[in-house]
């Protein structure tokens, strides 16, 4: 059984840094994807940045590129997220999830409906 539990969530002030964690316990090596979604209060679930879990390759939505590195520690089965330059529009609950039933490929590795396993979420709030 496949659970994900987040961490690293806080208040921090716009232009700061973040780094969260993701412990994946259960989850096979395989490649498929693995990422982080976020959620704003009263707006929908967007995607923030998958990896393919074995393999390593990164995709990142229009906002994150630049700010945001997507990584993973295979051996501890532990997904990141550095977040940089945090701006209050990255004001969300965050949260990881894994898809091992899908492919590394577009739209898959980026529409949540995919991703079977989900964490509680951890939240970021970033004041101005």
């Known amino acids: 059984q496949v659970q994900m539990v987040e961490s690293g969530g806080g208040l921090v002030q716009a232009g700061g840094s973040l780094r969260l964690s993701c412990t994946a316990s259960?989850?096979?090596?395989?490649?498929?994807?693995v990422g982080w979604f976020r959620q704003a209060p009263g707006q929908e679930r967007e995607f923030v940045a998958s990896i393919k879990w074995s393999g390593g390759e990164t995709y990142y939505s229009e906002f994150a590129k630049d700010r945001f590195t997507i990584s993973r520690d295979i051996p501890k089965n532990v997904l990141f997220l550095e977040m940089n330059n945090l701006k209050p529009d990255d004001t969300a609950t965050y949260y990881c999830?894994?898809?091992?039933?899908?492919?590394?490929?577009?739209?898959?590795?980026?529409?949540?409906?995919?991703?079977?396993?989900w964490g509680q979420g951890t939240q970021v709030t970033v004041s101005s």
């Open positions: 999830a894994a898809a091992p039933e899908v492919p590394w490929h577009d739209p898959w590795y980026s529409n949540g409906h995919y991703f079977d396993y």
């Open positions: 259960g989850l096979t090596l395989g490649p498929y994807p």
